[in-house]
């Protein structure tokens, strides 16, 4: 299987197009390029490579936010749930109150003989997204390995939202390999119930 030499995530692509900005100037004459190509190559290039810089930025700002957020949330939502929990038990507080303050979770309960995630994988832009759902459990951790590996690599922990995004990059720069992805459910800051259906997934990075 060909892959293409432009990658495709922003990370790899912002460094591609930073190769090119950089080394073409000096290598133009080598492969018969004119002053006049080198300088429409150029200018595709910068652009493209400022907007991937400003991307890529993004993208850290946003990875930096989330684990932020998520280290909040580790702290601060016990104390709302604390609170929610006192305010259920006062004589003012009515099912429709619940209601209307969305503090009336799902019914149902887990059973570990049964109970499972679910899970699907896609590619997009150079990263495998995983999407799924978690009935009845507070949040899954997802394991991932590489087709014939025998041990699974935690990829996220206890993590509350999807998708979930794994940008490990190819074992072997530009040979692609097949992916197997499972989830477990979460309780209490154990893993509980079935391990999801095992789904599988070609990866080219």
Known sequence: ?????????????????????????????????????????????????????DVVDLMDKLDRLTADLQALEDIHLPIIRQGVKRGKTHSGYTPGLGQLLGWIGGGGSIDPAISQPSISVSVHLGKIHVDGQKPGFEAVTVYRRRKGEPDWTPVAIRKRKFPIIDDAPLAILGTPEVREYRAVGIMNDEEIGQPSVMVEIVFAG
């Open 1 to 53: 299987m060909t892959t293409d030499y432009i990658p495709t995530s922003y990370k790899t692509l912002r460094d591609w197009l930073q190769t090119q900005h950089d080394q073409i100037p000096a290598n133009a004459p080598t492969i018969g390029m004119s002053g006049d190509e080198q300088t429409i190559f150029l200018n595709s290039v910068n652009i493209l490579l400022a907007s991937a810089n």
